[in-house]
């Protein structure tokens, strides 16, 4: 697992929010690589039957990604492999940051990135199927959550996991 820059997007942002996208991913690559998580993936794995191989590499992208139709990715899978985990752009961040506080934030930030490696892990075998890998996300944060050993994840949180 590693934080990934596209170099041609580095000029386009300016110093503040450059240094807002490294701390995001920072969070992001530290929450993923956490001990207890990395235990629960290697337990969903296992339960799913998908194969650790599947999975070529695992990048934390610095900076947002759009589709055509404007809207903002959380994580991508490609049929090589490899998965993205995209942040949440600097202008939602920052409403939410305002509306809930630092702590809410930093507990959204983290379980939206659980959420998206767990997402996108269970597309490598139901990639056609979105309806049932959503539903399985929801399965397997929700446990996740509850698991001893983890932080205490406010039931609000989740719905805004889902949600945005």
């Not at 996108?120 to 996300?137: C, G, I, P, Q």
Request: proline share 4%; charged share 35%.
């Amino acid at each position: 697992m590693n934080i990934s820059v596209r170099s041609e997007k580095l000029a386009r942002f300016s110093p503040t929010r450059l240094s807002f996208h490294a701390k995001y991913a920072s969070v992001v690559l530290k929450t993923l690589r956490k001990p207890v998580f990395q235990r629960f993936i290697c337990w969903m794995l296992i339960r799913e039957r998908i194969r650790e191989d599947a999975v070529s590499s695992v990048k934390v992208m610095a900076f947002p990604f759009r589709k055509d139709n404007e809207h903002v990715l959380a994580g991508r899978c490609s049929s090589k492999g490899e998965i993205h985990v995209y942040p949440k752009r600097l202008e939602f961040c920052r409403k939410l940051r305002q509306k809930c506080g630092r702590e809410k934030f930093l507990s959204y930030i983290k379980n939206r990135a659980r959420a998206t490696l767990i997402h996108e892990l269970l597309h490598m075998k139901y990639s056609d199927d979105e309806e049932k890998v959503r539903e399985l996300t929801k399965k397997y944060l929700k446990t996740f959550t509850r698991h001893p050993g983890t932080p205490n994840v406010e039931e609000e949180i989740l719905k805004m996991v889902f949600k945005h």
